[in-house]
Antibody
Framework: QVQLMQSGAEVKKPGSSVKVSCKAPGDTFISYAISWMRQAPGQGLEWMGT????????NYAQKFQGRVTITADESSSTAYMELSSLTSEDTAVYYCARCQWEVKYFDLWGRGTLVTVSS | QSALTQPASVSGSPGQSITISCTGSSSDIGTFNLVSWYQQHPGKAPKLIIY???KRPSGVSNRFSGSKSGNTASLTISGLQAEDEAEYYCCSYTGSRTFGFGGGTKLTVL
């Protein structure tokens, strides 16, 4: 079964950065975009940004502008989401999802990566 | 604050139908037929159940249907089953390569 494989849970100190990876099936980057969402404990989903690997372009939610960077390594079919200047409010499960870019929906999701920010 | 507004909770008995609304604006739902819905069970990743307002992915039950009127999209679940108890999220393209999610609706099957 097709899956997006995310990296493992992280514990970070306030003020530091975290980088989460998402490995996709081989042909994903040719035809799809990769988006990142997060879900704080007991809260809803929040779109953070999307990368279109074939165009080498990324777009971010205004809330995270300047603090998030989404990249893609086509050679390894892996996308990355790096979030800097972490605070306790960034404690959440971070999901990557395959995005059907032409019609704007997320049809395949990773299992999520828990990032805990604590001193 | 979520970009889209959903009721916090809805409930129904087995066999009944329920509808979850998702209200946006003329800048998102009102302009784009690019609304999707996701089902999330506790501790699990979201699952796509509706895309492009009314379309169902292969493998999703035809008890799930979507619609839109003006700035509001809706998800209807007919013939409620115990396994439908979950959190449901709407999502809309909001232009300029950005997306917005609703705050989520908890469905309880009584």
């Amino acid at each position: 079964q097709v899956q997006l494989m995310q990296s493992g849970a992280e514990v970070k100190k306030p003020g530091s950065s975290v980088k989460v990876s998402c490995k996709a099936p081989g042909d994903t980057f040719i035809s799809y975009a990769i988006s990142w969402m997060r879900q704080a404990p007991g809260q809803g989903l929040e779109w953070m940004g999307t990368i279109i690997p074939i165009l080498k372009t990324s777009n971010y939610a205004q809330k995270f502008q300047g603090r998030v960077t989404i990249t893609a390594d086509e050679s390894s079919s892996t996308a990355y989401m790096e979030l800097s200047s972490l605070t306790s409010e960034d404690t959440a499960v971070y999901y990557c999802a395959r995005c059907q870019w032409e019609v704007k929906y997320f049809d395949l999701w990773g299992r999520g990566t828990l990032v805990t920010v604590s001193s | 604050q979520s970009a889209l507004t959903q009721p916090a909770s809805v409930s129904g008995s087995p066999g009944q139908s329920i509808t979850i609304s998702c209200t946006g604006s003329s800048s998102d739902i009102g302009t784009f037929n690019l609304v999707s819905w996701y089902q999330q069970h506790p501790g699990k990743a979201p699952k796509l159940i509706i895309y492009e307002v009314i379309k169902r992915p292969s493998g999703v039950s035809n008890r799930f249907s979507g619609s839109k009127s003006g700035n509001t999209a809706s998800l209807t679940i007919s013939g409620l089953q115990a396994e439908d108890e979950a959190e449901y999220y709407c999502c809309s393209y909001t232009g300029s390569r950005t997306f917005g999610f609703g705050g989520g609706t908890k469905l309880t099957v009584l």
